[in-house]
């Protein structure tokens, strides 16, 4: 095969997708195993920013005015994340007024449409399974009805409903009224606390499934309200210990946005013991450390908290990571993570090949790659980016389910003769 880990980045990607014989092409994803994704589906909603003038028109004192300033003000600085809205009425209003497209949310289930697309197998916890959301489950992802693995389309409805979360999108260089955003980005809002999702059959299956399946990802402790994240915690970490006791080595959880620093150091004192990995954005990790320009001590600091092998951090043009583990599997993981974010960026969907786009750019990493401390090697990658994306939404959780594809595939990193560190 090309050598991933020789030449410049896009020979490195291309050789990264051989269908034949690259770790993420073809051949190698027929081998893969299930994959286990909770604690959070939802249905997204999705807005986009270049076309709501109806927003942009409400009067200043009015909510839907304030909630307008909110969304402008967060795009003037290029910032995406989740935000709560305390606005009763507001998805009723947005509902009435703007031009809104629905389509699958959570991290969990917006990684298992990822593997689907590439033709590998994933678990989902739903709790809700009213028809809307049903619609939006593709189908290559999986459920659990009984002790059995169902397709949306074979699963018993119910009639509970929750709020959608909104999805408001905006694009680089494109007018949001009078506003021309320098970033392309998405702002995730939650109008209501949703919580996980308690799949009881989710939980009895996946124990069952843990010892053979290829890894677990859990996140969405997010969506419950601040008092009960402890409770909640407790709960999914339940699970991933369970998980691990069977065997599965993989076990990775996805930070994502909170209301407070304090509920997400109470998330993580519950953690330690029940995950292997754990996974954010970059502007997340700044969140926790605004000295954190530069991640790896940040990256270390955690792992060494926490007593796990791994931490990695997306951003726009990079990813990083700290591994007590194999440096050059985790090099592979980082760029396999990269290549489905890009891939999907200029899809505008989940793609079903992987290739990187003719425009897509690679930036100078802003530090040095494969540095050694203690226990840990600080690990990065130049990431394909797309300029302007056709979406930004879900790109994170799509780096989240390429990382694991390698990483619950042992050995892609060392079987190839080929692949030497330059």
Known sequence: MGDVFTGDWGERYAALADPRSGPIGTSALSRAGLFLCGMSTCVDARVDMHNMQPLLDAPAETPAGQFAAMLLARAAKGIGGEVRADWVDGPQWLRDHLDVRYALGGTGPQAA?????????????????????????????LLAEGNALKTAAEVTPTERHIPEIFIFEFTAGKPIGALIP???????????????QHDAAFEA???KRASTAAAGLLS????????????AARHVFALS???????????????????????????LDHARGAISSLGMSHSELLAM?????????ALIALGDRLDIDRVCVHADTWAAAVTRNDPDEEELALMAGCAIASARAANGEPANAIRTDALAQFHALPFDNRVRKGRWTFVACASPYVEKPATT??????????CLLVLGNPGVATAPAALKQA
């Open 182 to 196: 320098n970033r392309s980005t998405r702002i995730i809002v939650r109008f209501c606390d949703r919580g996980i």
């Open 241 to 267: 210990r369970d998980w691990m006791d069977a065997g599965l080595k993989t076990v990775h959880f996805e930070l994502a946005g909170y209301a407070s620093q304090d509920a997400v150091s109470e998330l």
């Open 393 to 402: 939404l879900g790109l994170g959780d799509s780096f989240t389910a390429g």
């Open 113 to 141: 449409w990822v593997l689907s697309r590439l033709g590998v197998a994933s678990l989902v916890a739903l709790e809700d399974r009213h028809e809307q959301q049903l619609r939006q489950i593709p189908p290559g992802v």
């Open 220 to 231: 969405g402790l997010n969506d419950e309200a601040a008092e009960n994240v402890g409770a």
């Open 205 to 207: 299956v996946s124990r």
């Open 289 to 297: 450390d605004s000295a954190a320009q530069h991640p790896m001590e």
